[in-house]
């Protein structure tokens, strides 16, 4: 029966501090059941730190290791309540999780606007993370911890390309640089978004190492 299936409780992540030890759950690489320990580094890194412009998110930074499978699963405090869900990792020791306290809202809010009967507007996805390179010194970082980096410095570096996505089908890349779109310079994460809503294909060139390659993606629609 549903009512018996075991759940965790969702913890306030606004009594969350930094040093605090978390656990990451999740699948990375497919393999099933794998836990990953860390600290929270800070409880508030503001998502225009991250190059999201129109963002008012503050996230969950933690040095646990969230690799490609584990977005998605919950990030645990000591006391088994869930207080962020794993979204994104930049590089090794610097991974991002949303609060559980902006969960809470969210699925408050989801089900006042399904009560009240209100129509859900479909949007626009093609299945990437990304971040924006807005200075010299976060493309510089990334350098130092990849060799092939791209030599940009500016543009929407992407972190993760979700598997049978139009992203995957359109050839896009972890790594890949998004330089422009529809013969549009891309500064930021933010102006491949603000694409994405508007346009139906999406001509791309991105820096891949030392190239300059175009990929064609062509975005689906799904529920918010």
């Given at each position: 029966m549903p009512g018996k299936l075991p759940v965790l409780l969702l913890g306030r992540s606004s009594e969350l501090r930094p040093g605090e030890f978390v656990v990451a759950i999740g699948s990375p690489f497919s393999l099933q059941n794998t836990v990953t320990t860390g600290i929270v580094s800070t409880t508030q890194r503001g998502g225009k730190e991250l190059g999201l412009r129109n963002s008012d998110m503050d996230y969950i930074q933690t040095d646990a290791i969230i690799n490609y499978g584990n977005s998605g699963g919950p990030l645990v405090n000591l006391d088994g309540e869930v207080i962020g869900i794993n979204t994104l990792k930049v590089?090794?020791?610097?991974?991002?999780?949303?609060?559980?306290?902006?969960?809470?809202?969210?699925?408050?809010?989801?089900?006042?606007?399904?009560?009240?009967?209100k129509a859900v507007t479909k949007k626009k996805y093609i299945g990437?993370?990304?971040?924006?390179?807005?200075?010299?010194?976060?493309?510089?970082?990334?350098?130092?911890r990849h060799r092939d980096f791209?030599?940009?410095?500016?543009?929407?570096?992407?972190?993760?390309v979700i598997p049978d996505t139009p992203a995957e089908a359109g050839g896009l890349k972890e790594n890949d640089v998004i330089?422009?779109?529809?013969?549009?310079?891309?500064?930021?994460?933010?102006?491949?978004?603000?694409?994405?809503?508007?346009?139906?294909?999406?001509?791309?060139?991105?820096?891949?190492?030392?190239?300059?390659?175009?990929?064609?993606?062509?975005p689906e629609e799904i529920d918010p």
């Open positions: 590089t090794a020791g610097i991974s991002f999780a949303i609060p559980s306290d902006k969960i809470k809202k969210f699925l408050t809010e989801s089900h006042d606007r399904q009560a009240k009967g990437i993370r990304m971040m924006s390179l807005t200075s010299s010194s976060k493309a510089k970082e990334l350098k130092d791209p030599d940009v410095l500016s543009g929407a570096y992407i972190i993760e330089i422009s779109i529809n013969g549009q310079s891309v500064v930021t994460a933010n102006d491949v978004s603000d694409v994405i809503k508007k346009e139906n294909t999406l001509n791309m060139v991105v820096r891949r190492g030392n190239e300059d390659v175009m990929i064609t993606v062509i």
